[in-house]
T-cell receptor
Framework: KAGVTQTPRYLIKTRGQQVTLSCSPI?????VSWYQQTPGQGLQFLFE???????NKGNFPGRFSGRQFSNSRSEMNVSTLELGDSALYLC?????????????????FGPGTRLTVL | GESVGLHLPTLSVQEGDNSIINCAYS??????FIWYKQESGKGPQFIID?????DKRQGQRVTVLLNKTVKHLSLQIAATQPGDSAVYFC?????????????FGQGTTLQVKP
């Protein structure tokens, strides 16, 4: 099976612009979570989508949004970019959250999209 | 507050030795824990996971130990190899209601000396 894929791998934007990142989960996986990774804050949870619905959200401003399509592919959007948004954005997919009547199951990560805001 | 912490930022071991990476978590309601390995320029790679109803789980050359009494997690790597050099993260799911969310520790860099 192919792993989680993310496009593009690298992006350079300027302050004030917006950006859309894409994530294709492992085939058959229905849950997609997004994370931001920075040297200072580490890996932080952005949001999780399941069956085209946002089920969980982290503590990020409303400039960060996402969506999921019927084929489980997901996109995240950041509007009005700030310098501090420079980070590695990672998505992770899992088979079906709560399948085992627990909160989540194994998340597999993509290679990430490296966003640089100038 | 929510936090998953690692005791040491960098661990240096000799090739062939066993490595132990430790992690402390703060949320006693956490029911699921994962160890990830991240190499430079790549996303985190799943190593092994454990649920809160277990205290030990073994994989290929790796063992995860969970001590819920002291909220401590460890990853043991047997016969460490140069290819094991990477940053290792522990992660927890904080509660049953937090679907799809993992809280990550800051990471421990494992350096393997040949």
């Amino acid at each position: 099976k192919a792993g989680v894929t993310q496009t593009p791998r690298y992006l350079i934007k300027t302050r004030g612009q917006q950006v859309t990142l894409s994530c294709s989960p492992i085939s058959g996986h229905r849950s997609v979570s997004w994370y931001q990774q920075t040297p200072g804050q580490g890996l932080q949870f952005l949001f999780e989508y399941f069956s085209e619905t946002q089920r969980n959200k982290g503590n990020f401003p409303g400039r960060f949004s996402g969506r999921q399509f019927s084929n489980s592919r997901s996109e995240m959007n950041v509007s009005t970019l700030e310098l501090g948004d420079s980070a590695l954005y990672l998505c992770a997919s899992s088979l079906e959250a709560s399948k085992f009547l627990t909160s989540t199951d194994t998340q597999y990560f993509g290679p990430g999209t490296r966003l640089t805001v100038l | 507050g929510e936090s998953v912490g690692l005791h040491l930022p960098t661990l240096s071991v000799q090739e062939g030795d066993n490595s132990i990476i430790n992690c402390a978590y703060s949320n006693s309601a956490s029911d699921y824990f994962i160890w990830y390995k991240q190499e430079s320029g790549k996303g985190p790679q799943f190593i092994i996971d454990i649920r809160s109803n277990m205290d030990k789980r073994q994989g290929q050359r790796v063992t995860v130990l969970l001590n819920k009494t002291v909220k401590h997690l460890s990853l043991q790597i047997a016969a460490t190899q140069p290819g094991d050099s990477a940053v290792y993260f522990c992660a927890e799911n904080p509660s049953l209601s937090n679907t799809g969310k993992l809280i990550f520790g800051q990471g421990t860099t494992l350096q393997v000396k040949p």
